[in-house]
């Protein structure tokens, strides 16, 4: 067995710790003023992004950096609050489509400036051009990617709930 040098163990030591603290970093300040979890506000937020504010809900997990199931129950919850409504997709009833309501757009619209906030103050402010663009590169290396649907989110599997 080969054991971590010094500059293998400070990248390690130094990702884990962003993989561990970060997220709730970044959902403190939303749960505080918004009451979301950092992954609702990022469902809401792809959403809000998308033509007609509607994807299939395989396209919206692999967005989300989320499995199926648990993308499925924050739709649930975000369903009763009346923020997202799923129907079929009429281009091909196998598939699922999520859509933001206005009142799901309201609070994307809301939670944005709290959000943004966060993200500059917690990491973006702290890098300069040349750190964010290999900050960026070495996150879409180590993208990792749900098993229960392919990195081709547009050609999800059928019946993606």
């Known amino acids: 067995m080969r054991w971590l040098d010094e500059q293998e163990k400070a990248a390690w030591t130094g990702l884990i710790s ?3 603290l970060l997220p709730g970093k970044l959902e403190s300040p939303l749960r505080q003023e ?3 979890t950092l ?3 990022l469902v809401l937020s792809h959403l809000s992004e998308a033509p007609e504010r509607r994807l299939r809900m395989g396209e919206l997990a692999f967005l989300a950096s989320g499995s199926l199931s648990r ?4 739709v649930k919850r975000c369903e009763q609050r009346g923020w997202i409504v ?3 997709d009429p281009a091909d009833g196998r598939y699922t489509l999520a859509e933001l309501t206005g009142a799901g757009f309201d609070i994307v619209r809301l939670a944005a400036p709290t959000h943004l906030r966060a993200v500059r103050s917690i990491v973006l402010d702290s ?5 964010q663009k290999a900050l960026a590169r070495v996150a879409e290396r180590l993208r990792i990617v749900p098993d229960d649907f392919s990195r081709q ?3 999800g599997t059928p ?3």
Do not use: A, I, K
Not at 71 to 74: A, C, E, F, I, Q
């Open 18 to 20: 962003l993989v561990l």
């Open 34 to 36: 918004h009451g979301l």
């Open 39 to 41: 992954f609702e506000y």
């Open 71 to 74: 993308l499925s129950n924050v």
């Open 86 to 88: 799923r129907r079929p």
């Open 127 to 131: 890098l300069d051009t040349t750190d």
């Open 153 to 155: 989110p547009s050609r």
């Open 159 to 161: 019946r993606d709930e």
